[in-house]
């Protein structure tokens, strides 16, 4: 079964600096994508960013980057010059990859971030 | 843009009353999700559905069902509600294509049971 941890529960950063928040998954398939969503506290899940497996290279929009250590199983996310509108919580989910029937998301427990002045 | 809706953005119930939750897209999804989120424990899915009448169950089904009579619509359905379903649900959809990755989702109903 696919898992994925995120081991900090919550964060602070100082506006302006860079913070990168940890994610490590398990999984025993080739295939797989992994997701960082943004939720501010009016609730709506928002995508940041998308790694697929065989990608070589890390994703990178705008301020974020997601940095992809595939024989750690890590996928953290870094966002840089973080602004107060980046206090969130933050989760990473994994997508498996098949055929058949819709792709499914197991997510991470969040990270909520704080950006401080 | 992309518009997933939930039919509330509040809802409180009592114990043992039916609830519908409904959700409804408006990029032709073929796929559709619906989420409980609790503190500390992340989304967890419930049901989702890949086609119109299609359904599979998820990681916790138990005490839902899921009806989805046209593409556009997918409800969740609480036959008699228990204050443990008190949550927040979310409901998300995506294309079938797995290389369009990813789920877009609603504003979310949270849901109290008293």
């Known amino acids: 079964a696919q898992k994925i941890t995120q081991t900090q529960p919550g964060m602070f950063v100082q506006e302006k600096e860079a913070v990168t928040l940890d994610c490590t998954y398990d999984?025993?398939?080739?295939?797989?994508?992994l997701f960082w969503y943004k939720q501010p506290s009016s609730g709506e899940m928002i995508f940041l960013i998308y790694?697929?497996?065989?990608?070589?290279q890390n994703a990178t929009e705008g301020r974020y980057s997601l940095n992809f250590q595939k024989a750690r199983k890590s996928a953290n996310l870094v966002i840089s010059a973080s602004q107060l509108g980046d206090s969130a919580m933050y989760f990473c989910?994994?997508?498996?990859?098949?055929?058949?029937?819709?792709?499914?998301?197991?997510f991470g427990t969040g990270t909520r971030l704080q950006v401080t002045l | 843009d992309v518009k997933v809706t939930q039919s509330s953005r509040y809802l409180v119930k009592r114990t043992g009353e039916k609830v519908f939750l409904e959700c409804v897209q408006d990029?032709?999804?073929?796929?559709m999700f619906w989420y409980r989120q609790d503190p500390g424990l992340g989304l967890r899915l419930i049901y989702f559905?890949?086609?119109?009448?299609?359904?599979e169950k998820g990681d916790i089904p138990e005490g839902y069902s899921v009806s989805r009579e046209k593409k556009e619509r997918f409800s969740l359905i609480l036959e008699s509600a228990s204050t443990n379903q008190t949550s927040m649900y979310l409901c998300?959809?995506?294309?079938?294509?797995?290389?369009?990755?990813?789920?877009?989702f609603g504003p979310g109903t949270r849901l109290t049971v008293t």
């Open positions: 998300a959809s995506s294309f079938a294509d797995t290389k369009s990755y990813e789920q877009y």
């Open positions: 990029m032709d999804h073929e796929n």
């Open positions: 559905s890949y086609d119109v009448k299609m359904k």
């Open positions: 989910a994994m997508r498996e990859d098949y055929t058949g029937t819709a792709s499914k998301l197991t």
């Open positions: 999984t025993s398939d080739q295939s797989y994508g």
């Open positions: 790694q697929g497996s065989y990608d070589e």
